[in-house]
């Protein structure tokens, strides 16, 4: 009964921390920078962060863009991402993005500069 009760409290820890989780990257300067969603640096060395439970990458061109949830990149290049806070995102065996909830084109407009 004890070993029950435990293994819920650390799943539910677990589970919680996934998608409250803060980002942090070293930015162009060698300052540690922190986000709310996952962080990305720019060809430019420049860190972009995606909202809090939202991912952040790079595109094919250095420059990064966000989701509302996490991202995935399709066979063609194009960055797609999860429209739930905290969703995922993969790649099926065909080259497409399957996402939680659906899924909407990454953008720089979801992203903020980290400070």
Do not use: P, W
Not at 8 to 15: D, G, K, S
């Amino acid at each position: 009964m004890t070993n029950r009760f435990l293994m819920a409290c650390i799943l539910t820890l677990v589970a919680c921390g996934q998608v409250n989780a803060a980002d942090c990257v070293k930015n162009q300067y060698g300052a540690v920078v922190c986000g709310k969603g996952q962080c990305a640096t720019d060809q430019y060395g420049t860190v972009y962060c995606a909202k809090e439970g939202g991912g952040a990458m790079k595109d094919l061109y250095g420059n990064v863009r966000c989701g509302v949830g996490y991202c995935a990149i399709d066979d063609l290049g194009e960055m797609h991402c999860s429209t739930v806070a905290g969703g995922s995102a993969a790649t099926d065996s065909y080259g497409k993005v399957k996402c939680v909830g659906g899924c909407q084109v990454a953008a720089r407009q979801l992203c903020e500069v980290a400070r």
